[in-house]
């Protein structure tokens, strides 16, 4: 059941190669003239909307984040969407790639706030009417939560992508062999199956979303 999460290739060339490249071309190319289709029409309108919630909250400073990050999360969406297909490679199920994202990211954050503004990053180290003997234990306590961050956030999306594909092969698994033994019972498990496939599509773009909303509360923070 895990093999469909190993790092395969095809006449030579790695399918996560692939996979990260091709999605690309479903993206429509910016033009300066005016929207002629609606996809263009539904994806400009999808950016504007979520762009202006995720940003709603930072100062003006925190703005220039915009198009990494409607770009991430679009990028992470069009992943976990074609992972679902069959014969297909998710590589947000790989722990290694996802943490390659998380750590940048997180680190970039922590770079910014220490830049411009240092006390405000260590306050959140150390609550405001600590006792005495508690502040070296907080301090360490919030540290260490501190470098947990990153770990967090590439740990959540595999997590939840990987679990979700298991159980669509498991249960895809048992209704093809119940098809020949107990096919009423064959039938109730692919009502199911397709009921998980439309909870793991949900779970595709909230996972993606999420992804890039802790990113925003952490440069926030900063």
Not at 58 to 76: D, E, P, R, T, V
Not at 163 to 190: C, D, E, K, N, R
Request: a positive charge.
């Amino acid at each position: 059941f895990f093999d469909q999460f190993s790092l395969t290739t095809f006449m030579g060339i790695p399918l996560i190669a692939l996979a990260l490249t091709l999605p690309w071309i479903l993206f429509p190319t910016p033009q300066n003239r005016c929207l002629n289709n609606r996809l263009s029409t539904l994806q400009a309108w999808f950016i504007r909307q979520f762009t202006h919630q995720l940003f709603l909250p930072i100062n003006q400073g925190g703005h220039k984040w915009a198009l990494l990050l409607a770009s991430l999360l679009i990028f992470l969406i069009t992943l976990n969407l074609l992972g679902i297909l069959p014969y297909t490679f998710t590589p947000t199920t790989q722990l290694s790639m996802n943490m390659g994202l998380a750590i940048p990211l997180w680190l970039a954050t922590v770079l910014i706030g220490a830049r411009y503004q240092p006390n405000h990053t260590l306050a959140h180290l150390l609550p405001v009417g600590t006792p005495g003997l508690l502040i070296p234990i907080l301090i360490m306590i919030e540290t260490i939560s501190l470098f947990i961050r990153p770990i967090a956030l590439g740990v959540r999306l595999t997590a939840n992508l990987t679990a979700g594909h298991l159980l669509i092969q498991l249960i895809s698994t048992a209704a093809f062999h119940l098809l020949f033994i107990m096919p009423s019972v064959s039938l109730l498990t692919t009502t199911l199956l397709l009921l998980l496939t439309i909870l793991e599509l949900a779970v595709a773009i909230i996972q993606a979303y999420v992804f890039v909303l802790l990113v925003s509360l952490y440069l926030q923070d900063s």
